[in-house]
């Protein structure tokens, strides 16, 4: 096998944001996925949004587990800390990381066979915790590795490239993160950049478990009539219930929208979350509202896209724990074992 590197010179006049960075500082190795999967779309998706967000790289970790999907950390973002987990497992090493370092900003990126299947469990419970980080899913509804099997979030009479029926009913993962209480819960399309790019830099703003759920057809195996998760399929059925800006607030607020179609969320860094309204009657404040809404929709064959859930006031598992504000791996041994007396202390109270 061929390894092919990328040039580490960089042409003098590129662009740099507020970190001295410029976009290329934010991208990984050349990807070895199949030439169009979308799975590629989203990753630079996400170098964009961190190159506009002026994220600094060495303050990311990006953890996932097994599949064509969790292969793409290894695609963007170089320079950051990265852990390849086993199958499924990404959340829970994610929540240790999480405990041990809350500076970090965290990325945790998997696929619909690797968080609907063997991982679900694990998927539950770093959701209904509140783990600060954001969670993509890169779901295209087969085992791209293993030849196009269905995955759990194949929908219901879709059929497979050789012409198979799935008769099994689908795992919707936006539905089970607003059931587990996720705060920011978002499906987005990976042909579809300027509504993705945005939803990123708002999960990466938001405080506590940020979900996005990504539909991103497999070029390979799942891109033909009759696939749910095509191409084709998704953008004829997609209906966007809203665009969305983010600006944070130490940059000026440039936007053109129509009277009455703003909703602005300020989250607990001080940043703006704006959400430009294509449908007056939506509101993405309300949890129940947005679970119905996402259920009607999938009954008439749409696939619906864009913020779907946010709550401005949310917490996360430091806040619901009330740990110290110092990070874990900074606190010395006195403050970690901090004696005989306070350990009885302890003791006392569970007797």
Do not use: W
């Given at each position: 096998?061929?390894?092919?590197?990328?040039?580490?010179?960089?042409?003098?006049?590129?662009?740099?944001?507020?970190?001295?960075?410029?976009?290329?500082?934010?991208?990984?190795?050349?990807?070895t996925?199949?030439?169009?999967?979308?799975?590629?779309?989203?990753?630079?998706?996400?170098?964009?949004?961190?190159?506009?967000?002026?994220?600094?790289?060495?303050?990311?970790?990006?953890?996932?587990?097994?599949?064509?999907?969790?292969?793409?950390?290894?695609?963007?973002?170089?320079?950051?800390?990265?852990?390849?987990?086993?199958?499924?497992?990404?959340?829970?090493?994610?929540?240790?990381?999480?405990?041990?370092?809350?500076?970090?900003?965290?990325?945790?990126?998997?696929?619909?066979?690797?968080s609907?299947?063997?991982?679900?469990?694990?998927?539950?419970?770093?959701?209904?915790?509140?783990?600060?980080?954001?969670?993509?899913?890169?779901?295209?509804?087969?085992?791209?590795?293993?030849?196009?099997?269905?995955?759990?979030?194949?929908?219901?009479?879709?059929?497979?490239?050789?012409?198979?029926?799935?008769?099994?009913?689908?795992?919707?993962?936006?539905?089970l993160?607003?059931?587990?209480?996720?705060?920011?819960?978002?499906?987005?399309?990976?042909g579809?950049?300027?509504?993705?790019?945005?939803?990123?830099?708002?999960?990466?703003?938001h405080?506590?478990?940020?979900?996005?759920?990504?539909?991103?057809?497999?070029?390979?195996?799942?891109?033909?009539?009759?696939?749910?998760?095509?191409?084709?399929?998704?953008?004829?059925?997609?209906?966007?219930?809203?665009?969305?800006?983010?600006?944070?607030?130490?940059?000026?607020?440039?936007?053109?929208?129509?009277?009455g179609?703003?909703?602005?969320?300020?989250?607990?860094?001080?940043?703006?979350?704006?959400?430009?309204?294509?449908?007056?009657?939506?509101?993405?404040?309300?949890?129940?509202?947005?679970?119905?809404?996402?259920?009607?929709?999938?009954?008439?064959?749409?696939?619906?896209?864009?913020?779907?859930?946010?709550?401005?006031?949310?917490?996360?598992?430091?806040?619901?724990?009330?740990?110290?504000?110092?990070?874990?791996?900074?606190?010395?041994?006195?403050?970690?074992?901090?004696?005989p007396?306070?350990?009885?202390?302890?003791?006392?109270?569970?007797?």
């Amino acid at each position: 096998m061929t390894y092919i590197a990328k040039p580490k010179l960089h042409h003098p006049s590129l662009t740099t944001n507020k970190a001295c960075h410029t976009r290329r500082d934010y991208e990984g190795k050349i990807s070895t996925l199949c030439a169009g999967c979308g799975h590629d779309s989203i990753s630079a998706a996400i170098i964009q949004a961190c190159f506009e967000m002026d994220v600094e790289p060495h303050k990311v970790a990006k953890l996932s587990g097994i599949g064509c999907s969790s292969k793409t950390p290894d695609y963007f973002l170089g320079q950051s800390h990265g852990f390849n987990t086993v199958h499924g497992r990404m959340p829970s090493v994610l929540t240790g990381a999480n405990l041990a370092n809350r500076e970090l900003l965290y990325l945790g990126v998997s696929g619909d066979g690797d968080s609907a299947s063997i991982g679900i469990g694990q998927f539950v419970h770093v959701m209904r915790r509140g783990v600060n980080m954001v969670y993509i899913v890169e779901n295209n509804g087969v085992y791209g590795l293993t030849k196009g099997q269905f995955s759990a979030t194949a929908d219901q009479g879709s059929t497979s490239k050789k012409g198979v029926v799935n008769a099994d009913t689908p795992i919707d993962m936006v539905s089970l993160a607003l059931q587990l209480g996720a705060t920011f819960v978002a499906r987005s399309f990976s042909g579809d950049k300027r509504q993705l790019v945005p939803l990123i830099k708002a999960a990466i703003a938001h405080k506590g478990a940020a979900f996005l759920d990504v539909i991103s057809p497999c070029v390979a195996f799942n891109n033909h009539p009759g696939s749910t998760k095509s191409y084709d399929y998704v953008r004829e059925h997609n209906e966007a219930v809203n665009r969305i800006d983010v600006i944070p607030t130490r940059q000026e607020i440039v936007v053109d929208f129509a009277d009455g179609e703003l909703l602005e969320v300020e989250q607990h860094d001080g940043s703006v979350l704006r959400l430009r309204k294509l449908n007056a009657d939506y509101d993405a404040s309300n949890r129940i509202a947005a679970m119905n809404f996402i259920q009607e929709r999938q009954a008439r064959g749409e696939v619906v896209t864009g913020l779907l859930y946010v709550d401005p006031d949310a917490a996360d598992l430091h806040m619901h724990l009330n740990t110290s504000a110092t990070p874990f791996n900074q606190l010395d041994a006195g403050q970690l074992c901090p004696g005989p007396e306070v350990l009885e202390r302890l003791n006392a109270s569970l007797r």
